[in-house]
């Protein structure tokens, strides 16, 4: 098929990446030139594993290009938004102003034949409010929603793999018909390895997403409220997570206590879904989203008083190593990250913070100017008062204690994200603290 996507940021281009690398002929078009342009020249915008590869064979098959002129999406089947949706800055609902311009800007080179499709995240109504837009605009494509579930860090395997296929069709069965096709066309590779589709309207489709985001949310902040209560008792929240993971109606994923989390999409989702719920008058119904969202913000201020506890009641002098700035491993996206929140809070009030991240030291640079960044751990470490391990990257979880001792001016250890051996490293030396574990 000839599909355009618009919008190549992190999640258009894995999917234009992804759909070329199947067989489609796709175009991807941004209005960042630059970001076109390295595209263009097979250099990748963000890390992601596996991107690079897939962006390079996608670009010499010669199936994928990208554009910033709109008019060459004239003879595409199908147009897929794929443009961000953020926090709005003066609300807690999500910003469709990308998503707006995107059916704008598409709609003089828009095909009746042709078929618009929805991956973004949106809050529910907003796919019927568009169709409205083409409908007034004198455009006849059916609209359809196939909202994305990319996992950073596996966003390749999530799009060429997913474990399911989500299609929120239109109400008229003539339009609701010709979308379905040309999902089924665009995704027949994983039709035929018989990954499961769920169809619904439009709202119920906007929904799954939102809904799916805000469920995996509440398990992080459910574990890392028990972890609270385990730390004022002298309870193992590692174990209990263990214990509730084997009951196969919870499951063990998302159970881990830490830090709490961060990206670009779970705090600005799970806002997004109450905002969106008191416009539609049902305020009450999410209100324990609000919870989630104030559990998840404390665990990064319990970490800052734990450093603060740690280095004698003041920051004031004390150098600190801080390992990991990415909101979680395998990525470089520093959005809403609990890690770069906390080294920002200690050097705020008086710390030297020295940050080492194996993918966002680039990104620290640019945002946090006034940070230090380190090539690895151990150049971060070199003469730290207080060790911080904030993103779980396998790295540091391999750290060897007894060389790390080596080089830090006090041996004391603060296990953010609860991945470190608490007996190998007190055998080596070092005071061991982390969260919700004796």
């Known amino acids: 098929m000839r599909i355009s996507v618009i919008g190549c940021g992190y999640l258009g281009a894995v999917y234009a990446v992804s759909m070329a690398s199947i067989g489609h002929e796709v175009l991807g078009l941004d209005v960042d030139r630059r970001r076109i342009d390295d595209l263009a020249q097979g250099v990748a915008p963000f890390h992601e594993p596996g991107f690079d590869r897939v962006l390079s064979e996608s670009l010499d098959s010669g199936r994928l290009r990208f554009s910033t002129d709109y008019a060459e999406a004239a003879r595409c089947e199908a147009h897929v938004i ?40 949106v809050p529910v109504g907003t796919a019927a409010s568009l169709q409205e837009r083409l409908r007034a605009a004198g455009a006849r494509s059916p609209l359809a929603w196939n909202p994305e579930f990319l996992r950073e860090g596996f966003a390749v395997k999530d799009t060429l793999h997913p474990d399911r296929l ?21 995704y027949a590779p994983m039709l035929e390895a018989e990954t499961p589709v769920v169809v619904g309207n439009y709202a119920t489709a906007e929904l799954v997403k939102v809904s799916a985001n805000a469920f995996l949310a509440t398990k992080i902040s459910f574990i890392n409220a028990v972890a609270e209560v385990c730390e004022a008792t002298g309870a193992d929240v590692s174990v209990i997570a263990e214990a509730i993971g084997l009951d196969d109606r919870i499951g063990p994923k998302f159970l881990r206590a830490g830090i709490g989390f961060g990206g670009g999409c779970l705090p600005k989702d799970i806002r997004a879904f109450m905002a969106r719920a008191g416009e539609l008058g049902v305020t009450e119904a999410l209100g324990l989203l609000r919870e989630v969202d104030n559990v998840n913000n404390r665990r990064r201020d319990h970490v800052v008083n734990m450093a603060r506890k740690a280095l004698g ?23 809403q990250s609990p890690a770069l929140y906390i080294a920002s809070k200690i050097s705020g009030r008086g710390a030297d913070v020295v940050v080492t991240d194996p993918a966002a030291n680039q990104r620290v640079h640019a945002e946090r100017p006034n940070l230090a960044i380190a090539e690895d751990a151990f150049a971060a470490a070199d003469g730290a008062d207080l060790v911080l391990l904030l993103t779980e990257w396998a790295q540091f979880k391999e750290l060897d204690p007894v060389a790390l001792r080596e080089v830090v001016g006090t041996p ?27």
């Open 82 to 121: 794929c443009v961000g949706t953020p926090q709005q800055i003066d609300a807690a609902g999500a910003d469709l102003t990308f998503v707006r311009a995107a059916v704008d800007s598409l709609l003089p080179h828009l095909d009746d034949d042709a078929v618009v499709l929805g991956r973004s995240t």
């Open 166 to 186: 989500v299609y929120g069709l239109p109400e008229d069965p003539a339009q609701a018909a010709r979308a379905r096709a040309v999902l089924d066309e665009m």
């Open 313 to 335: 009641g003041s920051f004031t002098g004390k150098r600190v190593a801080v390992l990991g700035a990415a909101f979680k491993p395998d990525s470089d996206d520093t959005r």
């Open 412 to 438: 004391h250890m603060i296990d953010g994200r609860n991945v470190l051996d608490p007996a190998a490293w007190r055998e080596a030396g070092w005071t061991y603290q982390s969260m919700g574990r004796p």
